[in-house]
């Protein structure tokens, strides 16, 4: 064939083609799958009795629950978490890491904070470098607990429920096993009963047009926002990511991962 015509039917060829079909695929390293969420609600192992509803916390340290939370963490493992969130400001996060690499080294002895008991234990087991802090605070303050003294019926009612509360995690506690009691921070029977608390005082003020029980429902609905942010700020494409909060987080933090069309949940009862 003379050149003249191979050049034309070579051109013929080309505009026959599409676009797409003459083109060599981009390469790209990027992973696009969407991030995996583990959200692990716990009480606060180490509860001071600080809080108005007040209970004593099984003791995580006995050999019973030692063992749990050594097998605990190497099933989460199994996740393979590429990051771990856990509920302290971000600020300290030089503090948290310096105190887990001496744990690495074997110069820290796990205390009775979930932080160290899981947390650290599940990033040691994954082969993590660090950890991360999400929690944040809403800005303002809550207006409802200096009310409550003008309305004696509220204050009776919030009374009656922290008495209520009490006496059924302080029997919990009592009776249940570390793992039982976890799941049960994790069921969705204990997400509703923690959000609904707030619904019990959502009135309050409402009457006289002040919304005190509602303003302070919407301050912690906006902390949670805001941690749910730094979650998302983690949870990029293809990380696989460890959040561990009290379950009064957890609670509204589930809410919002299934409402997050970007980003996918990993059951944490599977792993319990």
Sequence with gaps: MLPVLRLLLAMLLAAALPLTAMAKPAKTTENTAPAKIMLLGVFHFDNPGLDAVKFTPIDVTTPASQKYLTTLAER???????????????ERDAVFNQRYQNYLANTFELERNEIYQIGFRVAKQSGLT????????????DSLWGYLEQVPKAQQRLMALIEVESKRLQHAH???????????DNSPADDRHNKGFYLTLNDVGAKEKL??????????????????ANVQQA?????????IAGSGHTAILRDLLHADADRVEEPVLDYL
């Design 76 to 90: 989460i493992a199994r996740f393979k978490p590429t990051r771990i969130l856990l509920e302290y400001p971000s």
């Design 130 to 141: 660090g950890v991360s802090g999400f929690d944040e605070e809403a800005p303002g303050e």
């Design 174 to 184: 009592a009776t249940k096993t570390l793992r039982a009691l976890l799941r049960a």
């Design 211 to 228: 919304f005190h029980g509602a303003d302070m429902a919407a301050r912690w609905w906006q902390r949670n926002f805001r941690m749910y």
């Design 235 to 243: 949870a990029q494409p293809g990380e696989r990511v460890l959040v």
